[in-house]
């Protein structure tokens, strides 16, 4: 197998952690806003930040913060790409979101219970748990029924997007991880770049083993 080359698209000063988190592995990265370069790459990570822009999922702005159009629609071209590419794609927090918004669903702009969710000056812990009957996906394969994550936010998948399955949840039912049904993109509602010593490094290794789909 090849040595994979991430690509993350975000802006440099706020992807360190996703960077670190990759040099902790080994592996190669760029961090860029340029689609073509992006697209030399064999992996994709959509990385955590504000929230996405209202109109992109046909509601007003009832509550969404520090919206950044310019990247959100980047991050939905390079998204498009990379799919149609059937190469692995992970996305971390508004990462999960931007790819259930590109495959037509929406987003709750602010959840009822983002008191025990969203960032206080520090990231919030809780259990997520394995969704439904298939043991094949990768959250049970890394982490069995249940972990403990960071949570760092308060928008959260409110219609699921096409082609996606829940594959964990928390306990108040909030959607913490997806994964498409056919092609090799996975997103989770934490941020494992963050807890790379409980459990986040499971997780991104899992992702940049994943391989593209000929």
Known sequence: MPSPLVAIVGRSKDTHNYENALQTLGV????????QEAAQATHLLL????????????????????????LDI?????????????????????????????????????IDTANTHEWKGHDQQHHVYHNGLNRQNFFFQLYGTSTLVNSAH????????????????AGDNIVEGIMHTTLPVIAVQWHPERIMDDGGERLIHYFTRSVSIW
């Open 47 to 70: 990385p955590g930040g504000g929230d996405i822009t209202p109109a992109f999922f046909g509601q007003q702005n009832h509550g969404s913060r520090n919206i950044d159009t310019e």
């Open 74 to 110: 980047l991050q939905i071209q390079t998204l498009s790409l990379f799919m149609e590419q059937k190469k692995p794609v992970l996305g971390i927090c508004k990462g999960l979101q931007i790819i259930n918004v590109h495959q037509g669903g929406t987003i709750n702009q602010h």
């Open 28 to 35: 190669s990265f760029i961090t860029t806003l340029d689609m």
């Open 154 to 169: 308060h928008q959260a998948i409110d219609l699921l997007g096409r082609d996606l399955a829940v594959v964990c949840r």
